[in-house]
C-alpha cells in the first residue's frame, strides 16, 4: 500500500477583482510594514504593478520595487534583490507577475534573511531557515507557482536549471484575480496555460504521485482543456479567465504534492540554455514524451486521455492513447504553439548537451517510465523532426 503526504499552508483566496482587498488581507497578517514589490519589467509596464504598490502605500506599508528579473530568472537577479531587501530592511515580499516574479520573490525571501547563493541551498550547504513572509499574486494562469514549494533558477555560468524546493518556501498568501490575466498576450496565454496542462499531467502520472495530487490534476485537466482556447480567442472571457486560473491553481497544487517529469526537464534543460519561454518548451516538448511514456504505460495515460475528453469511455487503451496525442498536437497548433526547429538559437548539435542537462534534472527520477539521455536525445530529435 502506498505512503505519502500532503500539506500546503498557503491561504488561497480566489475571485474577481481579489487584488483590490491586497492591503486588507495583509493587516490581518502581520507580516511587517515594508515590504519589496518583486514584479518583472513586462507587468510593470502593463501598468499591474503601480496599482498594487499605490494601495498598499495607501494603506501605510512601505514598499520597494524590484523588477531586474529575466523571463527565466538568474541567480544573479536572486542575490541582487535579496541585497535590496536586505539594504532596504524589508519585512515581507510580495510576487506580482508570472512564474519568474514569483520563483525570483521566493529567493529573495530566503536569501535575504539568511544570505549566500540559491545553489547553496538546492545542494544543502545552507539550511532553509528564517524565511521572510511571501505572497503571490500571479498574473499569468500557468505556474501554479503561488502554491508550491519551489522555485526555479538558471545558474547563469552554466545554463543550468535547478529547483529550491522547501515547505518553508510555500507562500503565506496566494491571491488570484482572474482580471489581472485580460491583458496577457496571447502568445503568453497559450504558453502559460500548456504549461499548466502539464504540470497536470505529469504530477498525475509521475512516480510519486498520490490520491490527492491525481484528483486535483484530474479537475485542472477538465478545467484547462476545455478554458484554454476560449481564454486564447477571447482575453476577456471572464469565465474562460477564471477557469483558467482556477485550473492552473489546481495543477499546483497537484504537482506541488507530487512532483514535474520528463517534458519538464527538457524544457527546463531548453530553457536554461536558449532561454526559451518555459510553457513553450513544455508545449513543444509534451506529445513527444507521452508517446515514449505510453510505450510502457498504457493505461494510466488512456486514463489521462479519457480525463481530458480525447478519448470516450468506450474505446480501447491503445486508441484512447492514439487519440489524446493527435488531440494533444492539434490543441497545441491551435494555441500557434511554435516547432522546435522555428525556436531562436536551437541547433542539433547541442542536442547531446541538453540531454545531458534533462538528465541532471532531480524530476527525471519521477517520470513515470525510466529514462535517460539516450532517450532524451532520441526525443529531442522526434520532436525537431515533427515525427510522434
Known amino acids: 500500500m502506498q505512503t505519502y503526504s500532503y500539506f500546503c499552508n498557503t491561504r488561497i483566496e480566489m475571485g474577481m477583482g481579489k487584488s483590490e482587498q491586497l492591503p486588507e488581507l495583509l493587516n490581518s497578517l502581520d507580516i511587517g510594514s515594508s515590504i519589496l514589490l518583486v514584479s518583472d519589467p513586462g ?12 494601495a498598499l502605500e495607501a494603506s501605510g506599508y512601505r514598499v520597494v520595487l524590484f523588477d531586474s528579473l529575466s523571463q527565466n530568472p538568474r ?24 512564474g519568474s516574479a514569483m520563483d525570483v520573490g521566493k529567493a529573495i525571501a530566503l536569501l535575504g534573511p539568511n544570505g549566500g547563493a540559491p545553489i547553496d541551498y538546492c545542494e544543502g550547504r545552507r539550511a532553509y531557515t528564517n524565511i521572510s513572509p511571501i505572497i503571490c499574486i500571479p498574473t499569468t494562469a500557468g505556474t501554479g507557482s503561488e502554491v508550491t514549494r519551489s522555485a526555479v533558477i538558471t545558474e547563469s555560468f552554466t545554463h543550468r536549471k535547478f529547483t529550491l524546493k522547501h515547505a518553508s518556501l510555500r507562500p503565506l498568501l496566494a491571491l488570484l484575480d482572474p482580471k489581472l490575466t485580460f491583458t496577457v498576450p496571447k502568445s503568453v496565454t497559450a504558453a502559460t496555460g500548456v504549461d499548466a496542462l502539464v504540470h497536470a499531467i505529469e504530477g498525475y502520472t509521475c512516480k510519486v504521485a498520490n490520491p490527492i495530487s491525481q484528483a486535483l490534476g484530474a479537475r485542472a485537466m477538465q478545467s484547462i ?8 480567442r477571447d482575453p476577456e472571457h471572464e469565465q474562460a479567465r477564471y477557469h483558467m486560473m482556477e485550473g492552473s491553481l489546481l495543477a499546483g ?5 507530487s512532483d514535474v517529469a520528463a517534458v519538464h526537464c527538457l524544457a ?15 508545449a513543444v516538448f509534451l506529445p513527444y514524451v507521452l508517446r515514449f511514456n505510453t510505450q510502457e504505460e498504457k493505461a494510466i495515460h488512456a486514463t489521462l486521455a479519457r480525463i481530458m475528453n480525447f478519448a470516450a469511455e468506450s474505446d480501447k487503451d491503445e486508441i484512447a492513447i492514439d487519440k489524446m496525442i493527435e488531440g494533444i498536437r492539434e490543441f497545441t497548433n491551435k494555441l500557434e504553439i511554435p516547432k522546435l526547429k ?9 542536442f547531446p548537451r541538453i540531454a545531458e542537462l534533462a ?3 532531480n524530476s527525471t527520477p519521477s517520470n513515470i517510465r525510466s529514462i535517460g539521455a539516450q532517450d532524451y536525445l532520441h526525443i529531442l530529435q522526434q520532436t525537431y523532426d515533427d515525427v510522434v
Open 43 to 54: 507587468i510593470v509596464k502593463a501598468g499591474l504593478a503601480a496599482p498594487i504598490q499605490t
Open 75 to 98: 541567480d544573479t537577479e536572486c542575490i541582487a534583490g535579496a541585497k535590496l531587501f536586505t539594504e532596504q530592511g524589508m519585512d515581507a515580499v510580495v510576487a506580482v507577475g508570472g
Open 225 to 232: 482543456v476545455s478554458a484554454l482556447p476560449i481564454a486564447f
Open 253 to 257: 497544487l497537484c504537482f506541488g504534492s
Open 268 to 282: 527546463e534543460a531548453l530553457g536554461g540554455l536558449y532561454d526559451t519561454p518555459h510553457g513553450v518548451a513544455n
Open 342 to 350: 522555428d525556436l531562436p538559437g536551437v541547433q542539433i548539435e547541442d
Open 359 to 361: 538528465v541532471q534534472n
